[in-house]
């Protein structure tokens, strides 16, 4: 039996032995949500109230939550084998590198596994700066790609600064988003082992790369023998109707990171995915990188059956439908909200949705709260929406989110109309 708490005392023990911040950052926002019961696309609140999830931690329930095939593929494999040893080889380690080098594009061949996606991101800066014998990485301002050594410190200085005050500048450097021109004389300075890009970057509001932008990185990090990160934790695994986002622009990365969904949000698994050409460690010395947990025979079982539903024609077709039916109805939304409503970012169900005020998001996350809708503003462009609907969303899903939107546009609109809304966050990533 599950440890149980009441709801009151869950957020007290967690201000007191957890976070303090993160817990007093919701409450002040008027999110009181603990999360219990969790099925489908819907979450429950201890208390019983019911959550459209819009949100699904960033990917990590794109199937849906306990989606029953990947319950039943981690199910079965405790049947049989436990997490494994990670020194040795496995037949669920072999058969989701096969499968991960059958499903991406170039040469992409090698699959080094790990726990987290910032873990991975970790292994694909080692792999760029044992392959180049470089040490700097270049990346976007307002960037994320998680929370571990290197991964932090390729990140926005927000971050940065909490734990290594100054930053590295020898080592890392930032470029905007969609300026070729910007990170061409950097690259050209030809220190540079690698350059990291979300395909199209989440925690800053799911801006859209430019028409031919990424094409150009992929020229001009070949030009300057970079190696090109594609970071597709969050726009991997068909968020954009294709297995990578990728693979929409027409580009070959030279190693793509995945996580979050990979692991159906049921077991941690994530992989650095590494070209034949760049994967040179992995031949001279593969103790390079080591993680118990990494590859684990459990994750791996789960994360072949997320490949195998992501490789299937009526899946990749239904994200189409459910984009363009959600597009339709987001257009006429925006229509007619006054101009409050400003724009929608959109590459299949990567979705951010734009409003006139620079705070709207944190506004209209709040009301879509209270109508039973979970979504989340973007840390670091409070006027975006971060809007993450599901690879199975079907017409009646859609239309339940589309009308309780309508309703909190409307709300919101009024409340600044009438100037009572307030704004006590503080700042946070999300």
């Known amino acids: 039996m599950l440890m149980q708490l009441s709801k009151q005392d869950t957020i007290a023990k967690s201000r007191t032995y957890w976070n303090p911040y993160k817990t007093e950052l919701w409450q002040s926002l008027g999110i009181d949500l603990v999360i219990g019961r969790r099925e489908g696309y819907y979450l429950y609140d201890m208390d019983g109230r019911r959550f459209l999830d819009c949100h699904i931690n960033g990917g990590t329930y794109s199937f849906g939550h306990r989606n029953p095939e990947l319950v039943e593929a ?26 991960l080098a059958s499903m991406t594009p170039g040469d992409l061949q090698y699959s080094v596994f790990t726990t987290s996606g910032s873990e991975a991101v970790d292994v694909a800066i080692k792999t760029a700066r044992n392959a180049t014998g470089k040490r700097k990485i270049v990346s976007v301002e307002k960037c ?23 930053g590295q500048p020898d080592r890392y450097e930032q470029v905007p988003f969609n300026d070729i021109n910007a990170l061409e004389a950097v690259l050209a300075k030809g220190d540079v082992a690698a350059f990291i890009v979300e395909t199209v970057p989440a925690t800053f509001g799911f801006l859209m790369p430019t028409e031919g932008y990424l094409q150009d990185v992929r020229r001009v990090t070949e030009k300057y023998g970079v190696v090109y990160i594609a970071d597709e934790v969050q726009t991997g695994l068909l968020r954009s109707g294709q297995v990578w986002c990728v693979d929409t622009y027409g ?6 990171v995945t996580g979050k969904g ?11 995915i590494i070209s034949e050409r760049y994967a040179g460690w992995l031949k001279k010395d593969g103790f390079g990188h080591v993680s118990t947990y990494g590859g684990s025979e459990l994750g791996c079982n ?31 939304l ?3 909200s006054s101009g409050f409503f400003s724009g929608v970012r959109q590459n299949g169900l990567i979705m951010g949705l734009e409003f006139n005020h620079p705070r709207g ?21 409070e006027s975006v929406l971060q809007f993450k609907p599901g690879v199975y969303w079907d017409k009646e899903l859609c239309d339940e989110f589309l009308d309780r939107f309508a309703v909190s546009l409307l709300a919101v609109q009024e409340s600044l109309e009438a100037g009572a809304e307030d704004s006590p966050h503080k700042g946070g990533r999300t």
């Open 334 to 336: 925006q229509k007619t």
């Open 74 to 99: 981690l199910q079965r494999s405790l049947g049989e084998v436990d997490a494994g040893n990670h020194h040795f080889p496995s037949p669920g380690r072999a058969l989701l590198a096969e499968k």
């Open 251 to 256: 580009v070959v990365p030279d190693i793509i």
């Open 144 to 166: 994320f790609h998680g929370h571990t050594g290197y991964a932090l410190e390729v990140g926005d200085s927000r971050f940065v600064d909490l734990f290594v005050a100054g």
């Open 262 to 272: 990979f692991g159906g949000g049921l077991y941690p698994i994530a992989a650095a």
């Open 302 to 332: 789960v994360a072949l059956k997320v490949m195998d539903i992501c490789a299937r024609p009526e899946v990749q077709e239904g994200v189409r439908r459910t984009a363009q039916y959600l597009r339709t109805g987001l257009n006429t």
């Open 361 to 381: 998001a944190i506004y209209v996350m709040r009301e879509l709260y209270r109508h039973g809708v979970w979504a989340i503003f973007s840390s670091y462009d």
